[in-house]
């Protein structure tokens, strides 16, 4: 009885834990996909007047790191979707793909947080001062004309997004990983001393 006490319970708490970290990690998908999108759709609205010279349209694309924070956040994106599922397998506990949980899983760990992380910081160093090079060599500010309507506003948002992106998928990990191996080690010499107690007591009635 004590022994099954403590492994329902613990298990329980396990199979709670990893749907919170499922949970995160879903929203962390869809935080990083609204992020590349409201960046990539921030250049339609976009039209720069410089100094004599004709209409010019800036886009993200004129900005390397927006250019990285998109393909960065798209890819994340794709790798949070794996994680998810392999996160469910290592709770449904489905042989080959528990396995392959607990190789891939711990990578995709590391790397969808960096690849995040590394791109918004890029995004936020180019989005600290917004300027474009005119064809005479000479770099003016971007959000100080009228003429740029929201692409300030839009570049700035996606990369407040993406940042939730990254700290959601940090905390997804922390949950993930947070009492299982060393709790549950724990656990499990509490049980063992628990039922060794329990057999002795039941000895000493015989």
């Not at 994106?77 to 891939?104: D, N, P, R, T």
């Not at 180019?126 to 005119?134: F, I, P, R, T, V």
């Amino acid at each position: 009885m004590c022994d099954n006490d403590k492994k329902e319970s613990s298990g329980g708490g396990i199979k709670c834990q990893q749907a919170l970290s499922v949970i995160l990690r879903i929203a962390a998908m869809a935080v990083a996909v609204a992020s590349a999108v409201l960046m990539v759709t921030a250049s339609e609205c976009t039209v720069f007047l410089y100094y004599g010279g004709p209409p010019h349209t800036i886009t993200y694309r004129s900005f390397g790191p927006f250019v990285y924070l998109v393909a960065a956040n798209f890819v994340a994106a794709s790798m949070e979707g794996i994680a998810i599922f392999l996160s469910i397998c290592s709770v449904c506990k489905k042989g080959k793909e528990e396995q392959a949980a607990k190789v891939a899983l711990p990578l995709l760990d590391v790397a969808v947080p960096a690849l995040l992380y590394s791109a918004t910081g890029a995004a936020f160093a180019a989005g600290e001062y917004l300027s474009y090079c005119e064809p005479n060599n000479r770099r003016i500010s971007i959000c100080g004309y009228s003429g740029t309507g929201n692409f300030c506003n839009q570049v700035h948002i996606a990369m407040y997004i993406s940042l939730t992106a990254a700290a959601a998928v940090s905390a997804a990990v922390v949950v993930h990983t947070w009492p299982p191996s060393e709790g549950g080690k724990k656990s499990e010499s509490d049980s063992d001393s628990d039922s060794e107690a329990c057999h002795h007591g039941c000895h000493s009635k015989h």
